[in-house]
């Protein structure tokens, strides 16, 4: 069974990160990530074009924390916690199969210095040991190279190919599923 309580917030720490909770005193920092299109381009999700829009995911982010749904920290420097690189997390847990699936963004700023790998190993061992997964989904976009790198750095496997699985802003999207399971000992 899922543990999927996540009060207090866990707080989780690497090397170089500090994985927090995001907030709403985070708000410029979310619209700027979650507004670069850049950093969306993989991303089938509105751009947060305005501080009202930040406010809305951090709402949601929230919710899904409080509902037991999924969790989602912020990717903070270490040294100085009010500096956001991205938001990592588990987006959606699958309680009957022991799964959730894990997602990620990072500001162009920060990208190919080794934040996503260093995130992911903390927040699988948060997931693996705490939550009691058994398996880590990732879902991405074929066209994605970089996110692909991560997960096979990573050791995801490769799973499965779904043409044309949604639809956003009028474009119908194929997905790359790639997975991880818990290790045994």
């Not at 507004?35 to 709402?59: F, Q, S």
């Not at 956001?84 to 500001?107: C, D, R, S, T, W």
């Not at 989904?137 to 994605?144: C, L, S, V, W, Y």
């Amino acid at each position: 069974m899922l543990n999927l309580n996540f009060n207090p917030f866990p707080v989780l720490r690497t090397q170089r990160l500090l994985l927090r909770q995001v907030v709403e005193a985070d708000a410029l920092y979310v619209m700027k990530i979650r507004g670069n299109e850049e950093a969306m381009r993989y991303i089938p999700r509105p751009r947060a074009k305005t501080t009202e829009d930040a406010l809305g995911v951090i709402a949601m982010l929230t919710n899904g924390i409080n509902e037991g749904k999924s969790i989602n920290w912020a990717i903070c420097n270490a040294q100085d916690p009010n500096e956001i690189y991205g938001i990592m997390g588990y987006v959606n847990f699958y309680p009957q199969e022991l799964k959730a699936e894990i997602g990620y963004m990072l500001h162009p700023d920060y990208w190919g210095q080794g934040y996503v790998p260093e995130a992911i190993i903390a927040v699988e061992k948060f997931g693996f040991e705490s939550i009691h997964l058994e398996l880590i989904e990732a879902k991405i976009d074929p066209r994605n190279d970089n996110s692909r790198k991560v997960l096979l750095r990573n050791h995801y496997q490769f799973d499965r190919l779904m043409q044309k699985e949604m639809t956003f802003e009028n474009e119908e999207l194929d997905s790359e599923y790639y997975v991880k399971k818990k290790s045994v000992g």
